[in-house]
Structure formats: structure tokens, C-alpha cells
């Protein structure tokens, strides 16, 4: 059983930045791939990166290239989202997750966080 707890969260002007973290429990964090993803009201989940379980390998959407990065750190157990340059577009609830296996697929991913709240206003 993993538990992922999100923070960092938060209002924030158009062109601003903020860094998510997940910290996970348990002592096998460097066994799972970890995902961020986020959902809009009205709207799909959507999925925004992912990172192996060493962290050599990262992939992003298409809207969040070149502004946000994924990076993680196995001793502390955490998982990071670096977002850059803002746009009211990337406001959502913002979730991370773990599994077994490094994909942009919700499916796969076993275990999720409670979700945090990111506002970009215009």
C-alpha cells in the first residue's frame, strides 16, 4: 500500500510559477513510476508527465513542453512538478500517482493522491 499526499498548490498570476510536491509512505517509492495528471471542472482527467522509477526517463503533454518538469527524489520519496510561465488553461486539480509502470495511461497508474488545487488568474 502507497499513500501520496500532494502540496504546493495554490493562486497564482498568469506568467508565475509553482512547484508541486508528492511525498510518499512506505520504503518502496523507487519501485513506482510516478505521474502528474490534472483535471479541470468540466473535463476529463488529462495527463501531464511522468517519470521512471530512476528518473532517466520523463515524458510531458504537448501544452506543458518547455515549462514544466517532472524530477523526483528516491531518498526522500517524493515526486516534484516544477510549472513555469503560467496560463489560466493550466488551472485544475493537480493529482499525482504511482504504478507500476511508466505510461501517460491513468490505467495503469495503482495508487493516487487527494489531488491539489492549482488557480492561474489572467
Known amino acids: 500500500q502507497v499513500q501520496l499526499v500532494e502540496s504546493g498548490g495554490g493562486l497564482v498570476q498568469a506568467g508565475g510559477s509553482l512547484r508541486l510536491s508528492c511525498t510518499a509512505s512506505?520504503?518502496?517509492?523507487?519501485?513506482?513510476?510516478m505521474g502528474w495528471f490534472r483535471q479541470a471542472p468540466g473535463k476529463e482527467r488529462e495527463f501531464v508527465a511522468a517519470?521512471?522509477?530512476?528518473?532517466?526517463?520523463?515524458s510531458y503533454t504537448d501544452s506543458v513542453k518547455g515549462r514544466f518538469t517532472i524530477s523526483r527524489d528516491n531518498a526522500k520519496n517524493t515526486v516534484y512538478l516544477q510549472m513555469n510561465s503560467l496560463k489560466p488553461e493550466d488551472t485544475a486539480v493537480y493529482y499525482c500517482?504511482?504504478?507500476?509502470?511508466?505510461?501517460?495511461?491513468?490505467?495503469?497508474?495503482?495508487?493516487w493522491g487527494q489531488g491539489t488545487q492549482v488557480t492561474v488568474s489572467s
Open positions: 500517482a504511482a504504478g507500476p509502470m511508466y505510461s501517460n495511461n491513468y490505467r495503469v497508474y495503482t495508487y
Open positions: 512506505g520504503r518502496t517509492f523507487s519501485s513506482y513510476a
Open positions: 517519470i521512471s522509477r530512476s528518473g532517466e526517463s520523463t
